[in-house]
């Protein structure tokens, strides 16, 4: 039988043994007040592909100096994430997204809304163990969550039709949004807001503070 803590990563006098990992097609999506209902979140999550993660850029802010330069962290920018759905027989997956897409613009109007809290939603990406909970909210096997607030979709591509291609049909989006969060589980069962998203702590004032 092989000893599995053999093959980790030696550190000093013991090695430490590799973690299972995350894997790529454990995960759920769901939505809340996208296209103005409920409803709309069951459809989507059960049609879903594909969902890419949340990435953060800092724009660099330069500080010239006598013989060279410095840098301090600028405006930050959440990156557009891209969800993936099956295009079913249904028409479910198309008329949920249609229907937040004419919350953010009614195209046969030409009429748009007054304030982004009338078409904006959350999107809650979860990684999840394999295992089945009690219920669909059960959180007991989230490994971990991506919660994005203020979402709207800033692009939607219906697919192509092709005699040659014998692939199932998809609807690509993009979603923009405001801010995100990132809480991950422990192995010892704790739950920690590793980037929340709030604002930082006020620093004590500290005349001799620098960049």
Not at 95 to 117: C, E, F, M, V, Y
Not at 155 to 176: F, K, R
């Amino acid at each position: 039988m092989a000893n599995l803590t053999k093959f980790g990563v030696p550190l000093g006098n013991t090695v430490t043994p590799v973690i299972m990992p995350k894997l790529a097609y454990r995960f759920r999506v769901t939505f809340v007040n996208l296209g103005g209902s409920g409803e709309n979140s069951i459809k989507l999550s059960n049609q879903l592909m594909s969902v890419s993660k949340p990435n953060l850029s800092y724009d660099p802010i330069q500080v010239d100096v006598y013989n060279s330069k410095i840098f301090m962290v600028g405006k930050h920018t959440w990156e557009t994430v891209t969800v993936t759905f099956r295009d079913d027989i249904s028409n479910e997956s198309v008329i949920a997204l249609n229907k937040q897409i004419q919350l953010q613009l009614d195209h046969d109007a030409q009429s748009a809304p007054t304030s982004g809290a009338q078409y904006k939603f959350q999107t809650v990406i979860e990684t999840l163990d394999g295992t089945n909970g009690d219920s669909f909210d059960s959180d007991s096997n989230v490994l971990e969550s991506w919660k994005m607030s203020g979402c709207f979709i800033s692009s939607i591509n219906y697919g192509e039709m092709d005699y040659a291609n014998n692939a199932i049909q998809q609807v690509s989006t993009t979603i923009q949004y405001d801010n995100a969060s990132h809480e991950a589980g422990t192995l010892d069962g704790n739950d920690i807001n590793t980037l929340t998203g709030h604002s930082l702590p006020v620093l004590q004032s500290n005349s001799s503070a620098t960049s």
